[in-house]
């Protein structure tokens, strides 16, 4: 036990850690930006929004380790980058999923409230439509922020070295039942730690908005 | 130089078709019990949930809270590398559907657990004051009604279980996903391995999104 | 006044650089800019080394005994490590005037090619088709693909790990040897790929693999009190050390420092003190 509660050990993983939450953080971002934007393509339909379904359609529907393998070794992107650019690709589309879900369940008439009062489209959904949809899929876009972080543990499959690749590098010089159990444990409380303080701040917000409204 | 995509590297991957077909033969397998055992712990946990005792919504909280905030590469890694310490060497196979099962059942559980708090109370009461037993209750009165609530994201977990699969490929599963990085590193033809390997999961996952979709629309329709 | 000096033999070997990008490898271009410079006995490509008094090496920093970053000291050290040392030292008289750049395999071509390193030290194999692109120096180190297994197992060689597993990385050289290998023995084992040897080596200890098998230097680094590397080797594969076409004094003074430290017996003692033997 305590050849692996030490400073060097915590300091190691830490660095992994943080390379997890720059991966993660910068996937969550984008993807989150750009899902809306195809959300609302996909909703709105067309030619764009018809696009917008076949990119969502095809990169949901395969997994994430693959675009992971692909980005990693087909582009010249730097490790780090292509593990950031392959969770943003996949992401999108999961995120672009749950928007969708906020849009359709925001009533019609918003849309032409928002009209008579001299609003023009982009603006009533800027300013009345999105906010309420987005607000109305906290909870699962929540939840597939933390799947986001989990997931970043992929990367590791290409040699990025995350919280899990840090811990696995560690894992190789230790050798009894013991070290290994307690190294298993402390990656996975931290993962828990993380995700977990998440979702809890999430659903406390959402349940405080909640009553706030109604 | 010839392109990623040139026609040789299609040709080679033609004539290695049976790499392909063996991973995509895993693939499947695993899915289909891992989805199995997924719903059978989701049921088990989920009704776990609804319960009055507070032991048993603990240990729904438990499973669900543990297994949905750790990663399952994690989880996967502990079954493959953790557990032979102490003396259980799983075959990898059960340790992909397993690990997947178990991870994919956490969330199964809570699906079946909004379903079956989605029936309104005075139901469970109405049948219980007609005598049935605990069991006869949720097997012909509640589960049928949180079924048809439940479909729609089980299906969509389905789907989700399917693409995580490809986790065996970290530890030289087998799986489609295995081969499929195998055989693109030993040739470097990577670009006609990772097409025709996102095609066969699209193959197998657009149809049951899609199916999901549907049942979701039906749903609201219902609703 | 100094500092014009400098800047203009900085800018000097920059041309110089560019002439040797412009004109291909095979001319020599670095004799001209020598001439240029002034001083026809030291070689341009090496004064400009001087003058800059820093020699700068590429290395790797994931391969123990080899070039090796420790994560909780930050500090570089191994054979190869060394060896830039030993350059250093007989180039400037200073075996602290030396930077370490961290190499890929992917990046120390590019980084030869854009003079951001003037030396590649990093278990880089000598190939005719490497050659064309690089000078090289004789070999420093012979390496080949190796196995380690638990000394527990009592494993001896290749032929005892018939029907076994082997781990391997996922990369085309140790599963291309071994599988000749086993052909010749007329033996079979399953291969496993892993994507990093971290990964390997765990599955090597927790029982899931018989055998973990990669160039040797590479699996010196994940030697410990349990596991045992056997002698054999297949594929031998040489290690020398780069430098970028048209910087042919460098290559020659890399050269005559390796045959100095071979006939001094000097090259030993740095091997053996890495426990590479």
Redesign the interface.
Same mark, same amino acid.
């Given at each position: 036990m305590s050849d692996i509660f030490q400073v060097p050990i915590f300091l190691f993983l830490l660095q992994g850690l943080r390379v997890t939450l720059t991966i993660a953080g910068a996937a969550i971002l984008m993807s989150l930006v750009f899902g809306t934007i195809l959300a609302v393509l996909r909703n709105h339909g067309g030619f764009w929004g018809h696009l917008a379904a076949v990119y969502i359609?095809?990169v949901?529907?395969?997994?994430?380790?693959?675009f992971i393998?692909?980005f990693r070794? +087909?582009t010249p992107l730097p490790p780090v980058y292509a593990g950031i650019v392959a969770m943003t690709v996949f992401e999108t589309a999961a995120l672009a999923e749950i928007v969708r879900g906020g849009l359709k369940s925001i009533h019609k008439g918003q849309w032409e409230a928002g009209a008579t009062q001299g609003f023009n489209k982009i603006q009533v959904l800027r300013y009345i439509v999105l906010p309420q949809a987005i607000h109305n899929v906290i909870p699962p876009l929540v939840s597939q922020f933390?799947t986001i972080i989990?997931?970043?543990?992929?990367v590791?499959?290409v040699g990025i070295e995350d919280l899990?690749g840090k811990?696995?590098i560690i +894992?190789g010089r230790y050798t009894?039942?013991a070290q290994?159990?307690t190294l298993?444990g402390l990656?996975?409380a931290i993962?828990?730690v993380i995700?977990?303080s998440i979702?809890c701040y999430a659903r406390r917000r959402h349940q405080r908005m909640a009553k706030a409204i109604y | 130089m010839p392109g990623?995509f040139a026609a040789f590297k299609w040709e080679a991957l033609l004539s290695d078709w049976n790499v392909f077909a063996e991973g995509f033969g895993m693939t499947i397998a695993v899915s289909v019990l891992a989805l199995l055992l997924a719903l059978v712990l989701g049921i088990a946990f989920g009704m776990m949930g609804t319960e009055k005792s507070r032991l048993f919504r603990l240990v729904n909280r438990c499973y669900v809270?543990?297994i949905?905030?750790?990663?399952?590469?994690?989880q996967i890694?502990?079954l493959?590398?953790?557990l032979?310490?102490?003396g259980i060497?799983l075959p990898i196979f059960w340790v992909g559907m397993l690990g997947i099962g178990v991870y994919h059942g956490a969330y199964a559980a809570e699906v079946v657990r909004a379903g079956i708090l989605s029936v309104p109370k005075g139901q469970f009461e109405a049948a219980m004051a007609q005598g049935f037993s605990y069991r006869d209750t949720m097997r012909h009165i509640i589960l049928p009604q949180a079924k048809r609530l439940a479909y729609p994201p089980l299906t969509n977990l389905a789907?989700n279980l399917i693409?995580?699969?490809?986790?065996m490929?970290?530890?030289?599963g087998g799986d489609l996903?295995?081969h499929a990085?195998?055989w693109?590193?030993?040739?470097?033809y990577?670009?006609p391995a990772?097409v025709v390997?996102?095609l066969l999961?699209?193959a197998i996952?657009?149809p049951l999104?899609t199916y999901a979709k549907h049942l979701e629309s039906k749903l609201e329709v219902s609703v | 006044m100094k500092k014009v000096t400098t800047c203009f033999l900085a800018i000097l070997f920059c041309i110089g650089m560019l002439a040797v990008a412009g004109c291909g490898a095979d001319k020599p271009a670095a004799s001209d800019a020598a001439s240029a410079s002034g001083s026809a006995a030291v070689p341009a490509d090496i004064k400009a080394i001087k003058d800059r008094g820093v020699l700068k090496v590429g290395i790797k920093v994931d391969v123990p005994k080899f070039g090796f970053k420790d994560p909780n000291t930050g500090e570089t050290s191994g054979m190869e490590i060394d060896l830039a040392k030993q350059l250093a030292q007989e180039i400037l008289g200073d075996a602290s005037k030396v930077e370490f750049e961290s190499v890929t395999a992917k990046t120390r071509g590019p980084l030869l090619d854009n003079g951001e390193v003037d030396y590649v030290i990093a278990t880089f194999t000598i190939t005719d088709e490497r050659k064309k692109s690089y000078n090289f120096t004789e070999p420093y180190f012979k390496d080949g693909v190796a196995l380690m297994v638990k000394k527990a197992s009592g494993i001896q060689g290749l032929a005892d790990l018939n029907g076994k597993k082997i781990?391997v990385a996922?990369?085309?050289t140790s599963?291309?040897a071994l599988e000749s290998a086993m052909k010749e023995k007329n033996m079979k084992a399953d291969i496993?790929?892993?994507?990093t040897y971290p990964?390997i080596k765990?599955?090597l200890?927790?029982?899931?693999i018989d055998c973990f098998s990669v160039d040797g230097a590479i699996l010196a680094g994940y030697l410990d009190d349990s596991t045992v590397i056997l002698p054999e080797r297949y594929d031998p594969q040489l290690y020398g050390i780069a430098s970028k076409k048209g910087n042919d004094g460098l290559a020659k003074f890399a050269n005559d420092t390796i045959a100095k430290l071979q006939s001094s017996g000097e090259m030993d003692k740095i091997i053996e003190k890495w426990g590479l033997k």
């Open positions: 359609e095809a949901r529907n395969a997994p994430l380790l693959l393998l692909a070794f +087909m933390t989990k997931d970043t543990s992929y590791w499959a899990t811990g696995m +894992m009894t039942a290994v159990f298993f990656i996975a993962y828990f995700n977990y979702s | 990623p809270e543990l949905q905030n750790t990663p399952l590469v994690i890694f502990f493959y590398n953790g032979p310490y102490i060497q789907v693409k995580n699969t490809s986790v490929a970290m530890i030289a996903m295995y990085d195998s693109a590193s030993a040739n470097l990577y670009g990772y390997t996102g999961y699209i996952c657009f999104a | 781990g996922q990369s085309a599963k291309k496993l790929e892993f994507g990964e765990t599955a200890d927790s029982g899931r």
